[in-house]
């Protein structure tokens, strides 16, 4: 089973920064990465698809990158409906699908 | 568009089973595997099984592996995840989710409470 950690657990930054989130798989899943949104109350919402590829109705702000047991999660200046807890999952070795633990973004 | 609407709470004792559904519409039902992710109070999400509902091959995770089972009536296009012997640790919301193999669609949650 591929095990996926994410860091940091809690990452707290001002409305208009920059936010940077990572997701590491403990071996490779090539581009086979996807990054979900949840706020609270709510089902999670895919974010990214394919390590980097934002999925519809999230705007340019949300990027993707990375490949192999490297991922970044970056949200270039973010607003305040982008608080909310991030899980990377990979699809690249299934079954089972894994997630990581979850980054929380709350506002500084 | 896509639609995964769930049934509504359960409160149940410890060693009762519980029975959720998730009914489909907007796409072709039997094309797209459907996956049962749970989430407990203040947790993580945790991935428990699949169904490919054209033939209704399933595979569990290890953990829920004797405890689960999906299920699915291709005429209603609704899919059944059916626990047994709950524990108090069984209290969770339980999502449906369907993609390929991303989640693109998720249900609504379905929160089973286990408590005596």
């Known amino acids: 089973e591929i095990v996926m950690t994410q860091s940091p657990a809690t990452l707290s930054v001002s409305p208009g920064e920059r936010a940077t989130l990572s997701c590491r798989a403990s071996?490779?899943?090539?581009?086979?990465l996807a990054w979900y949104q949840q706020k609270p109350g709510q089902a999670p919402r895919l974010l990214i698809y394919?390590?980097?590829t934002r999925a519809t109705g999230f705007p340019a702000r949300f990027s993707g990158s990375g490949s192999g047991t490297e991922f970044t999660l970056t949200i270039s200046s973010l607003q305040s409906e982008d608080f909310a807890v991030y899980y990377c999952?990979?699809?690249?070795?299934?079954?089972?699908?894994?997630f990581g633990g979850g980054t929380k973004v709350e506002i500084k | 568009q896509v639609q995964l609407v769930q049934s509504g709470a359960e409160v149940k004792k410890p060693g009762a089973s519980v029975k959720v559904s998730c009914k489909a519409s907007g796409y072709t039902f039997t094309s797209y595997y459907m996956h049962w992710v749970r989430q407990a109070p203040g947790q993580g999400l945790e991935w428990m099984g699949f169904i490919y509902p054209s033939g209704g091959s399933t595979t569990y995770a290890q953990k829920f592996q004797g405890r689960l089972t999906i299920t699915r009536d291709t005429s209603t296009s609704t899919v059944y995840m059916e626990l047994i012997s709950l524990r108090y640790e069984d209290t969770a919301v339980y999502y449906c989710?369907?993609?390929?193999?991303?989640?693109?669609?998720w249900g609504q949650g379905t929160l089973v409470t286990v408590s005596s």
């Open positions: 071996q490779s899943v090539s581009s086979n």
């Open positions: 394919d390590a980097s």
């Open positions: 989710a369907t993609g390929n193999p991303a989640l693109d669609y």
């Open positions: 999952q990979q699809y690249n070795n299934w079954p089972p699908l894994t």
